[in-house]
């Protein structure tokens, strides 16, 4: 049997087949390299870049969110703070409301009860003068009467004037 291979000769290559198989290895090592390798690395260059990119982006927004929340509890302490200050002052301007009206309120009441007592002492006056005035026209009226009736004795003055007494009280 006559073979068109020796088996031997992969195991021991000659000269000829080692370069052609050298230079096959080159070229497909080109070739890969300028249109497989280039942008494989290139694209896990990019890869890693992107990655580290958004690794600093989310440390930044993780030491944002940090100040964010510092601020946010500062300006909380502030605002409790403010209330609290508020609530305080809302107090003060209630009690001292409260206690200015009061005091208004005591003066108007003194007031109003000294006008009353003033208005209840002239009333008074102005009807003890007016009574005043009563009993001296009644005074006046009876003592005209007594004059124009000649009276003889006591005991018809007394029951004249007791009779007019009586007279003008009733119709007062």
Not at 97 to 112: G, H, I, N, P, V
């Amino acid at each position: 049997m006559i073979l068109l291979f020796d088996p031997m000769s992969l195991i021991t290559p000659d000269l000829g087949f080692t370069f052609w198989t050298f230079l096959a290895f080159v070229i497909f090592w080109i070739i890969a390299g300028k249109f497989a390798v280039k942008p494989i690395v290139s694209s896990i260059e990019a890869r890693n870049q992107k990655i580290e990119d958004e690794l600093l982006s989310a440390q930044k927004a993780r030491l944002e969110f940090e100040a964010l929340k510092s601020q946010n509890d500062d300006l909380l302490k502030e605002a409790r703070e403010e209330r609290h200050r508020l609530l305080v002052e809302a107090k003060q301007d209630a009690d001292n409301f409260r206690s200015t009206e009061l005091a208004k309120a005591k003066e108007d009441a003194a007031r109003l009860l000294d006008q009353a007592k003033n208005e209840i002492e002239n009333q008074k006056r102005a009807a003890i003068s007016e009574v005043k005035k009563e009993v001296g026209a009644i005074s006046i009226s009876i003592a005209e009467k007594l004059v124009r009736e000649k009276l003889t004795d006591n005991a018809s003055q007394q029951s004249l004037v007791t009779k007019l007494v009586n007279e003008s009280l009733s119709s007062n």
